[in-house]
């Protein structure tokens, strides 16, 4: 069902420290510029990023510096024409919490300006392994996208201005999560709430909600924190967008259902799907979590027809998969990593990494980099055999449940309190 609405229509920071090295930034490459970068799938091409790493008092190898932040916020960073963008959630008083945008001077980690785009109150239930700001924001190269679930999603300039705000109305459970895609001149976001679920599609120029359109489901637990995908198939653009009980996929120009596959009981879904070797790799959230393999040129419920292949063993609930060549490759939430065959679903390794994991992987130069809750970052070479490159840490043991970002052949990395830019020092 599907249905159009209306259109709902502005500082300070803590001192920042700074650890300098000799600095030399190589020339910038790509934008990263919303969730798992400019492809969506936390693919980095035409830069070396460092495989080695440590912060502790008595070594600091290629930490180029260390930014304090204030507000707890598990979003991710963007950066864009030498700045980098995030969100956060800081207490404005003992029961009031500010949700702001941040700009940062990618080079130096300094703060170039920050606006409030919202203030609620701080007895907002959120999961313990959630915050008030966990949607990454996305950028079209001239406006920034900032989502706080029902609280707000708001347009802003470059440099700090307000464009327009929106309220989407729905309750979610353990707070926020998904964050928003872009196709064209619409953002599209998921609203899966515990009362509710639904897929909109914003205007991009002005906030208004150009289709809304129903999730056909009728799940025990509703809620899911999925992020959109937005994909070509056959010269039209699908939005993939995971919820409670099944996949729905969209035309992101108007709303209209494409596609979908079923997956009953599955339930607070936030893997971002990826795509490649002609299917959609896509995992169902909670109770027993599966990786789906799925042929996307279908119509209608394609869940007989479709479905390629399916897995159940050591899926994440949590991170997202990587696509690299011919293999995926998953992290479970309890530290088992696993290669599939892309195109049989044929298990190539599985091995276990330790630690807990939240984050999604990315992969450069043939290298997987993946990170555990306490901020341990683990290399491995993106291959059909296991080889471990590296194990770093940042020796502050923060929860580390924000995904890497990269700027040039740079690593940028959110701990619960500190942003850290790793390169070669």
């Not at 393999?293 to 997202?320: C, F, K, M, Q, Y």
């Not at 679903?345 to 939240?358: I, M, T």
């Not at 306490?374 to 502050?396: P, W, Y």
Request: aromatic residues 10%; glycine residues 10%.
């Amino acid at each position: 069902m599907k249905m159009v609405e209306g259109h709902f229509m502005r500082i300070p920071f803590s001192v920042g420290v700074v650890v300098l090295a000799l600095i030399v930034l190589p020339v910038r490459g790509e934008d990263w510029n919303e969730f798992r970068g400019p492809t969506g799938q936390g693919e980095v091409s035409g830069v070396s990023l460092p495989v080695e790493w440590n912060d502790s008092e008595s070594d600091s190898e290629n930490i180029l510096w260390k930014q304090q932040l204030d507000g707890l916020a598990w979003s991710s960073p963007i950066v864009v024409d030498g700045k980098i963008f995030m969100t956060c959630a800081s207490e404005e008083s003992e029961d009031s919490l500010s949700l702001q945008l941040i700009a940062l001077d990618a080079e130096t980690g300094d703060e170039f300006w920050r606006r409030e785009l919202w203030t609620h109150s701080d007895d907002v239930q959120v999961h313990k392994k959630n915050s008030h700001a966990s949607p990454t924001p996305i950028c079209d190269g001239e406006h920034l996208y900032a989502h706080f679930g029902p609280q707000g999603t708001a347009c802003v300039t470059l440099d700090g201005e307000i464009v327009w705000k929106q309220k989407l109305e729905y309750k979610p459970v353990h707070g926020n999560g998904g964050s928003p895609a872009l196709a064209e001149g619409v953002l599209v976001i998921c609203c899966d709430g515990g009362d509710r679920q639904f897929v909109v599609g914003l205007d991009r120029a002005s906030g208004d909600i150009r289709w809304r359109t129903e999730r056909e489901t009728d799940p025990k637990k509703g809620f899911s924190f999925s992020t959109p995908l937005v994909i070509e198939v056959n010269g039209q653009q699908q939005a993939v967008c995971p919820g409670s009980d099944a996949v729905f996929v969209y035309d992101p120009q108007t709303g209209e259902e494409i596609w979908r596959v079923d997956y009953p009981g599955g339930y607070s879904v936030t893997p971002r799907p990826v795509y490649g070797n002609g299917l959609v790799y896509v995992c169902t959230g909670f109770n027993k979590p599966q990786l789906l393999a799925i042929d996307p040129t279908g119509t209608g419920n394609v869940t007989e027809t479709h479905l390629r292949w399916s897995a159940d063993r050591a899926i994440p609930h949590s991170p997202s998969p990587v696509f690299f060549e011919d293999s995926v490759y998953v992290v479970s939430d309890k530290g088992i990593a696993t290669c599939f065959d892309a195109e049989s679903g044929e298990v190539v390794w599985q091995e276990r990494l330790g630690g807990n994991f939240s984050a999604s992987p990315i992969v450069s130069d043939r290298k997987l980099y993946f990170q555990d809750e306490t901020g341990t970052g683990i290399v491995l070479k993106a291959s059909r055999e296991f080889e471990e490159l590296s194990r770093n840490n940042i020796g502050s043991g923060e929860r580390t449940f924000a995904s890497y970002a990269v700027d040039g052949d740079s690593i940028l990395l959110r701990s619960e309190s500190h942003l850290y830019r790793i390169g070669r020092n």
